[in-house]
């Protein structure tokens, strides 16, 4: 057992910072938040208050500049995702990076070949692989359970009320966040669906609509002009020859986070649905299912799905944490821990090879839509 302490470097230390990656590390046995960056005294204020981290600053150079640190943990609005993974490649810091990777294709390479030429230990927080229902679905496809897949439906359904008098925010600037409701909720499940089928995307269709071009922004109280798309549709073809569907956006009146993925096979189907986090609905092989606890039993053929229960092993439950769940950022300390420190193999997934692998269906999105025509990957 590694006895040395992780020292970890948060930058930016807004919403996902303060809520899940300080939390998370702090999980993790004999692991530290050390200090922290934000541009914004208020951001960096509710790190102090929340987490009593107090060595803190304005310039991340600064922050990076200190030599104990063991993790840069990368928690910016999108923008600032490469020139701190950048300077901290640099350094030789290993670097957990918040999703979307980049803000597009050609920084996302950059940033994978900077921490490959390191050596460095990455990762990248696509967190919802962790949703055990997620892991369960990912199982059943590696099985073969399904078969040949021949169908893939994915809808991320993000929306509250009021959508058009929401207060603009760095997500509604392409300069700072690259996408819009596409590319924000999307790219969790481009990853989710690559890990899944342990396929790749061969061909996209696109098209992103703003429904709201205007809102008043939450920085500056004037009225800013929104860039980036309020939802987005892809048509995907697989390289399997597997044909696939995504949504993704942020105008799904009262959904909340609604996270739904289907996959249909010669063999079975399973429908995966977010809000139901240890169940999943299935159609399978009765042998396959014979391993599985059945919720509810399928009526064949009108409600031929079957619920079954997320198998205990997989609902990554913490003992002693009364329903806490791991997360990626477990998952991602307890590989640097296998890897002994900072000399040994590293293997972890997702790192920055999955984060480019999303930019890059990304981008082909991003062409597929300006030219109106189908675009083929890899770029
Ligand atoms: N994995 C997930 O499920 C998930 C969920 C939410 C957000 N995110 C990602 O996390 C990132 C942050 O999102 P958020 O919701 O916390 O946004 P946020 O606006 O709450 O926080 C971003 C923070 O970055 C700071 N920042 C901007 N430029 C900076 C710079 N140059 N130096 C230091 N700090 C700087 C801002 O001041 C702000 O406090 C984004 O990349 C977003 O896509 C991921």
């Not at 934000?38 to 600053?57: K, P």
């Not at 600037?173 to 061969?202: E, I, K, S, T, Y």
């Not at 922004?217 to 995907?236: A, K, N």
């Not at 649905?273 to 014979?290: F, K, M, S, T």
Request: proline letters at 5%; hydrophobic letters at 40%.
């Amino acid at each position: 057992m590694d006895v040395k302490p992780l020292r970890v470097g948060i930058v930016g230390t807004g919403g996902i910072a303060v809520n899940h990656h300080v939390p998370n590390f702090l999980r993790c046995p004999n692991v530290e938040v050390v200090a922290a960056c934000d541009i914004s005294e208020a951001a960096l204020e509710q790190m102090r208050a929340r987490h009593g981290v107090t060595d803190c600053y304005r310039d991340y150079c600064e922050l990076l500049a200190r030599d104990d640190l063991d993790i840069i943990s990368v928690c910016t609005s999108n923008d600032m995702h490469y020139p701190v993974v950048m300077a901290a490649a640099e350094r030789g810091l290993d670097i957990f990076c918040e999703k979307p990777l980049a803000m597009d294709l050609c920084q996302a390479r950059e940033m994978w070949a900077a921490a490959e030429a390191k050596g460095l230990k990455t990762g990248v927080n696509f967190s919802h692989r962790r949703t055990p229902a997620a892991q369960l679905a990912r199982e059943i496809i590696a099985r073969g359970a399904l078969g040949t897949i021949t169908t893939v439906q994915a809808v991320y359904a993000a929306g509250g009320v009021g959508y058009a008098q929401h207060p603009g925010t760095w997500r509604n600037d392409r300069q700072r966040a690259g996408w819009g409701g596409l590319g924000d909720m999307g790219a969790h499940m481009l990853d989710m669906l690559g890990w899944w089928l342990d396929d790749d995307v061969a061909e996209v269709a696109a098209y992103t609509r703003t429904f709201v071009p205007q809102r008043l922004s939450r920085e500056t109280g004037l009225p800013m002009t929104v860039t980036t798309e309020d939802q987005g549709m892809v048509l995907m073809a697989f390289a399997s020859g597997a044909m696939g569907y995504l949504c993704g956006g942020y105008i799904f009146t009262g959904r909340g986070y609604d996270q739904r993925i289907e996959v249909y096979g010669s063999e079975g189907g399973l429908m995966y649905n977010q809000q139901r986090p240890l169940e999943l609905d299935v159609y399978l092989p009765p042998e396959i299912l014979a391993d599985y606890q059945v919720l509810r039993q399928g009526k064949t053929p009108d409600t031929p799905y079957t619920t079954i229960l997320v198998p205990e092993r997989l609902q990554g439950l913490i003992p002693g944490q009364n329903g806490v769940r791991r997360s990626v950022i477990m998952d991602y300390v307890d590989a640097y821990r296998a890897s002994h420190g900072r000399d040994g193999a590293f293997c972890f997934e997702p790192g920055f090879a999955e984060g480019v692998r999303v930019q890059a269906i990304l981008d082909a999105c991003a062409l597929a839509e300006r030219d109106a025509r189908w675009v083929q990957l890899p770029l």
